[in-house]
Each structure stands twice: as structure tokens, then as C-alpha cells.
Antibody
Framework: EVQLEESGGGLVQPGGSLRLSCAAS????????MHWVRQASGKGLEWVGR??????????AYSASVKGRFTISRDDSKNTAYLQMNSLKTEDTAVYYC????????????WGQGTLVTVSS | DIVMTQSPDSLAVSLGERATINCKSS????????????LAWYQHKPGQPPKLLIY???TRESGVPDRFSGSGSGTDFTLTISSLQVEDVAFYYC?????????FGQGTKLEIK
């Protein structure tokens, strides 16, 4: 069974930084792309970005709204993915989920409970 | 970027009746190399993580009741719930995974009439 546990959320001031972690189990972590998706309160789901596997050169991609400010990384030895968030804005306030891509495509069959990030002064 | 537009934004259906949610992409998400549509549907209830219902536009995820079905190709897709149950009250989202950035529709709120 796929299990994902996000952590590291909290309250941060605008312009600040935060690093989220995603501990994964129940699947071959090293072979999976890992994605981050967020949902602001009262808003819809927004894909944030992804990091591919070592076999795919750890390639990353990001949404336009976070590109240049957020960085996704992974430590396959710890089965953990990370989301480094810099230059945070109030509009980054959201619940952040990590999710592995599907076996054959970037749909998302497994989700954690998410971690809340609040950007406010 | 591919823009996903769902309709309607909200929908009220009587118990046991059919619910239909539409999703339109701004460009085709059908791959000519494998003839697959890179389109998924999710159910999202408040306080819970999203749940994958359908992928490849019409493949039901394991464990999803067969009252949920997906159809369509190219740019126009539909999620159908054949007989609405109380537990189906939720938000529903389509998502393309044809190319990055992968984007979701704005969501459809499904309620009981």
C-alpha cells in the first residue's frame, strides 16, 4: 500500500523560506517520479512541480507560479522527496500534497494527508 | 500551457440519478504515438486527500465503484456517475498529464438535490 507523509508545514512570513518533506513507502520510490500538488483554501488543485527518477536524470519541472522560487529534490536512500520554497508569497498559502506518478503516466493514484503552509505577516 | 475547463461549476442531482461532468482541454491530449488520452479524474472531499477515479480517460482505478465511468477523446471528456449515492457528494477535478505543466480543471461541486 502506498503511504506518503508530508511534513514541514507551518507559519512563515512573506519573503521567507520553508522546506517540506515527503516520506514515502509501499512502492519502489527510486523508480517513481514525485510530484507536489497544492490547494489553497476555497480554491482548486494546482500542480506545483515534479522530479523524475534517477533513470530519467532527476529532471524537474515546475508550474509558472513557482518557477524560480521553489525547488524539488529527492533522497532515494531515504525514500524522501523535498520541496524547498523560497521567496514565499501570501498566495502560496495552501495545503501541499506529495504524490508519486502512476506506473505508466503522470496521474496520481496515491496521496498523503498534506501539510499546511501559511504565509502571513 | 494546456488549460482545462470543467462544466458545470456546480451540479445538484437526485439520489439514484445520473450525474455528468464535462472537461474540455485547450488542445488535444490524445497522443498519436500510443493512441491514449492523457486525462485523469479525481474525487476530492473536504479534509481528505484527492482520490484517483479514472486515468487514460476511461480506465477505472482499482477499487472505484463501477457507477463511475469516463469517456471522451482529444479535447472533450466526460465523467459520469450512473446512479448518485450520498457518498459521492464531493468536488471533482479533471487533470491532463500530456505535457508539463500538468494542469487541473477548476473543479465541479456535486451535491444532492
Amino acid at each position: 500500500e502506498v503511504q506518503l507523509e508530508e511534513s514541514g508545514g507551518g507559519l512563515v512570513q512573506p519573503g521567507g523560506s520553508l522546506r517540506l518533506s515527503c516520506a514515502a513507502s509501499g512502492f519502489t520510490f527510486g523508480g517513481a517520479a514525485m510530484h507536489w500538488v497544492r490547494q489553497a483554501s476555497g480554491k482548486g488543485l494546482e500542480w506545483v512541480g515534479r522530479i523524475r527518477s534517477k533513470a530519467n536524470t532527476y529532471a524537474t519541472a515546475y508550474s509558472a507560479s513557482v518557477k524560480g522560487r521553489f525547488t524539488i529534490s529527492r533522497d532515494d536512500s531515504k525514500n524522501t522527496a523535498y520541496l524547498q520554497m523560497n521567496s514565499l508569497k501570501t498566495e502560496d498559502t495552501a495545503v501541499y500534497y506529495c504524490t508519486p506518478g502512476g506506473v505508466s503516466g503522470s496521474y496520481f493514484p496515491g496521496w498523503g494527508q498534506g501539510t499546511l503552509v501559511t504565509v502571513s505577516s | 500551457d494546456i488549460v482545462m475547463t470543467q462544466s458545470p461549476d456546480s451540479l445538484a442531482v437526485s439520489l439514484g440519478e445520473r450525474a455528468t461532468i464535462n472537461c474540455k482541454s485547450s488542445q488535444s491530449v490524445l497522443s498519436s504515438s500510443n493512441n491514449k488520452n492523457y486525462l485523469a479524474w479525481y474525487q476530492h472531499k473536504p479534509g481528505q486527500p484527492p482520490k484517483l477515479l479514472i486515468y487514460w480517460a476511461s480506465t477505472r482505478e482499482s477499487g472505484v465503484p463501477d457507477r463511475f465511468s469516463g469517456s471522451g477523446s482529444g479535447t472533450d471528456f466526460t465523467l459520469t456517475i450512473s446512479s448518485l449515492q450520498v457518498e459521492d457528494v464531493a468536488f471533482y477535478y479533471c487533470q491532463h498529464y500530456y505535457s508539463t505543466p500538468y494542469t487541473f480543471g477548476q473543479g465541479t461541486k456535486l451535491e444532492i438535490k
